[in-house]
């Protein structure tokens, strides 16, 4: 997969992470292509560990779920670091 359509993946696979979940989480567009960038990393080593199969092709459907799964972590970590730093300085 070339570098734009890991971009794509990542901002793709964020966005369905934040619908996914309940709650308001904060951050814009640009946040949300980095949680998505990260948690795509993030699901492609877990599948890699998991299934000995990471990150393929643009269109396989285990590369989505890998890429949400992970989305899905790094926004609830997200949501908990920020909230407790709203919680503590706010």
């Known amino acids: 997969m070339g570098f734009f359509g890991f971009l794509l993946l990542g901002l ?4 369905i992470a934040k619908l996914i979940l309940p709650g308001r ?6 946040v949300t292509l980095l949680l998505g960038v990260v948690g795509a990393l993030l ?9 000995g199969e990471g990150l393929t092709e643009f269109f396989a459907i ?3 779920l890998l890429a949400i799964g992970g989305s899905l972590i790094v926004l609830l970590v997200y949501g908990l670091v920020t909230n407790r ?3 503590h300085h706010g």
Do not use: E
Request: glycine share 32%; proline share 0%; aromatic share 20%.
């Open 43 to 51: 699901g492609g080593w877990i599948g890699g560990l998991i299934f």
């Open 25 to 30: 989480q904060g951050g814009g567009w640009f």
């Open 62 to 64: 285990r590369t989505w």
């Open 85 to 87: 730093r709203r919680t």
């Open 12 to 15: 793709l696979a964020g966005a």
